[in-house]
């Protein structure tokens, strides 16, 4: 412990580099960001990772202000009780508040085969490899992404751009997220690209092989190449750790985004369930999220009540190649509209959005405490303000009413 107040940051992504720059407004608050690597990866342009676009990373020293201590390791356990984190290597680090962070990777793929034969995409090792693997792939290898998401979509668009024979198998329908009028467009772009998109029940991934993707409809598409972007999960340290989560693993939070468990653990990014009831996992969720983690600790710090979340959406962006995009509008809930922007124009915004979250970390590095969001959700407090309504009506009587 330094004498200061010792703030941990576990996780340095969109969230964590946010939360740990904003942490030094206050001159006697000590903040160590404790990450695997020692560069910041872009996770919003690992599909150009491998499509060879683009490298993805970044130097730390550009986005992390001067006094966030910067430690390459990896958390084994949090001791919330001692108030201090292990780490892989042997050591300890202590804290009196820690924000976790620790972000999302790959879910265990749970069809036969495809941990084997499927490369996953969701980090920057697992990227780096399919790219190196695509790369010494012929020219006319038989390319096959599994999920309609997001990643699958800009995945299969990037590699088509580049005259690669790209088949997309989406298991429902494509862009999950995407209004049907907006979906009908990303599926033009995808078809001009020479993408064969397969859709719909029939559409669902049985087993994979070496050099095949058998479908439930009893097809096998030859697959040289199969790439794995269907679902995200969460590292399993909280659990392990003995703090509450979801299903899925994420740490179950309040409106504040502090753990049930302990007020001195906040959670930030795709790692926080508040209310157990997550926000889309996205860097556009992420940096709100990390910037109140860190308003929560420093209200804590000077015995003031923190603040209940309140962000917003503006929609997704998302990549078709190099020169083209598709913008989908959505209301501040979330929820898709029939308006979007295409084409050119949509590929300069997403680009602009992936240099400016970059940006924003830089600015919040040398400025803590600049950062704002400016979409905000009032319909959420109406969902919890319901869901607390059920729970009460759902909940066992107590002996006084028997």
């Known amino acids: 412990m330094t004498g200061n107040t010792d703030v941990v940051v576990i996780g340095g992504g969109y969230a964590g580099v946010l939360a740990a720059n904003r942490l030094t407004q206050r001159n006697d608050v000590t903040v160590t960001l404790i990450n695997p690597r020692s560069t910041f990866v872009e996770r919003v342009r690992l599909h150009q990772v491998v499509g060879g676009s683009h490298a993805a990373v970044v130097d730390y020293r550009e986005v992390l202000g001067e006094r966030v201590r910067l430690v390459v390791d990896t958390v084994a356990r949090i001791d919330a ?8 290597s042997g050591g300890t680090v202590g804290y009196d508040y820690l924000i976790y962070a620790v972000g999302s990777g790959s879910a265990d793929p749970r069809v036969p085969g495809a941990a084997e034969f499927a490369y996953p995409i969701a980090t920057l090792e697992e990227a780096q490899r399919l790219w190196t693997v695509v790369d010494g792939a012929p020219a006319t290898a038989s390319v096959t992404v599994v999920g309609g998401g997001s990643t699958g979509i800009e995945t299969a668009a990037e590699l088509a751009e580049q005259g690669r024979r790209v088949t997309l198998v989406c298991g429902g329908v494509l862009g999950p997220y995407l209004h049907p009028r907006v979906r009908r467009s990303v599926a033009k772009r995808l078809s001009r690209l020479g993408v064969t998109v397969l859709e719909g ?33 969460v590292p399993d340290l909280a659990t392990r750790s003995g703090l509450s989560t979801d299903t899925l693993g994420r740490l179950l ?11 001195r653990i906040v959670a930030a990014g795709d790692s926080a369930a508040p209310s157990d009831m997550p926000l889309r996992m996205s860097c556009q969720t992420a940096r709100p999220l990390g910037a109140h983690a860190a308003d929560t600790v420093l209200a804590r710090i000077a015995g003031a009540q923190p603040e209940a979340i309140n962000v917003g959406f503006f929609g997704q962006c998302i990549a078709l190649g190099r020169r083209a995009a598709t913008v989908q509008i959505a209301s501040k809930d979330d929820t898709a509209n029939r308006y979007y922007i295409g084409g050119r124009l949509a590929a300069g915004i997403k680009e602009r959005a992936c240099t400016g979250v970059v940006k924003e970390l830089v600015d919040e590095a040398r400025k803590p405490g600049s950062f704002t969001w400016g979409f905000r959700d009032d319909k959420r407090r ?19 009413n028997h």
Do not use: N
């Open 81 to 88: 009780a001692g108030r201090s984190v292990a780490l892989a």
């Open 201 to 233: 029940p029939d559409a669902k991934v049985t087993a994979v092989t070496r050099d095949t993707v058998q479908l439930g409809d009893g097809r096998a598409l030859p697959s040289t190449v199969t790439i794995w972007t269907a679902g995200f999960g």
């Open 382 to 400: 109406q969902l919890l303000r319901a869901k607390r309504a059920e729970q009460l009506s759902t909940a066992e009587p107590t002996s006084a």
């Open 253 to 263: 939070t309040d409106e504040t985004l502090t753990s049930v468990d302990d007020e």
